[in-house]
Each structure stands twice: as C-alpha cells, then as structure tokens.
Nanobody, 115 residues
Framework: VQLVESGGGSVQPGGSLTLSCAAS????????MSWYRQAPGKERELVAS????????NYANSVQGRFTISRDNAKKAVYLQMNNLNTDDTAVYSC?????????WGQGTQVTVSS
C-alpha cells in the first residue's frame, strides 16, 4: 500500500497550489479520501474529505470556499486545489484513505506560504 503526495512548495500569500495524492496497493475506489495538515506546534487537522464516489465533499471552516477536493478513481488519485493561500495554511499536508476500520496515510508534502 502506498499513498504518495506531491505538489507542495513555497508560494506567496494569495497564491495557489494543487496537491496530488497517488494511491496504489488497495481498492482506491472503495475508500473515503481525506487531506489533513499539521502546522509546527499544532494539532493535525482535517482539511477536506471526499466520499468514495466523489458525491460528497466536506471542508474545514478555515478552507471553505478556497480549497477544493476532488478524486479520479480511474487514476487512483485525489487532489486538493488550494486558492487564495495565506500564512495560516503553512503546514505539512497528508492524504489519508479510510474504509471501515482500515486507514492508510501518506508521508506528507510541505506547503509554505510566505512573502
């Protein structure tokens, strides 16, 4: 099983990034996918989640209207489009796959927002 995030980097406030998470080794289309983030000295928080079919999406209040989660079950990938980034969005972003009592995590990708 592998979840590999990519797309992180440094961006100025107001900028955009798109994160990708490539999955392998499990039945991707059966899993709820989520993006989490953890900033230095802070608890890990749920950013966004998407149901197995993509029909249902949920967002943290702090990113609602700025971030969009999507998935492509044929490509076994989940994405996080992040717009209008601010310094509070600086964190390590990780994707998670969940189905019933099974969870898989990626290693994470760093997003840094600074001027």
């Amino acid at each position: 099983v592998q979840l590999v995030e990519s797309g992180g980097g440094s961006v100025q406030p107001g900028g955009s990034l798109t994160l990708s998470c490539a999955a392998s080794g499990f039945t991707f289309g059966s899993y709820v996918m989520s993006w989490y983030r953890q900033a230095p000295g802070k608890e890990r928080e749920l950013v966004a989640s998407i149901s197995s079919t993509g029909a249902t999406r949920n967002y943290a209040n702090s990113v609602q209207g700025r971030f969009t989660i999507s998935r492509d079950n044929a490509k076994k990938a989940v994405y996080l489009q992040m717009n209008n980034l601010n310094t509070d969005d600086t964190a390590v972003y990780s994707c998670k796959a969940r189905r019933i009592n099974t969870e898989y995590w990626g290693q994470g990708t760093q997003v840094t927002v600074s001027s």
